[in-house]
């Protein structure tokens, strides 16, 4: 029975990583502070950040994200918590 184990973990894992990547958050760019690297977002909830739908900023994983957006500008994004600060980890218009 052990290879129906090591299928049963394989196919596990795959569903949740592919959960995990549909995971993106709709928001919308209201201000952004390129020398900073910081972007404020109103975005809808997150579950992964125990977070209801609000207006917040963010630090953005790298300021090359920030090349192109612009406010008012409709996103999808990730965002974690990196070294204590919630950070957009991943973003595309
Ligand atoms: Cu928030």
Redesign the pocket.
Known sequence: MKTVAIATFAVTFVLSTSFASAQSVNGTVKKIDAEQGKVTID?GP?KKLD?DA?T?VFRVASPDMLKGLKTGDKIKFDADRVDGAITVTNLKK
């Open positions: 975005h997150i977070m609000m917040m």
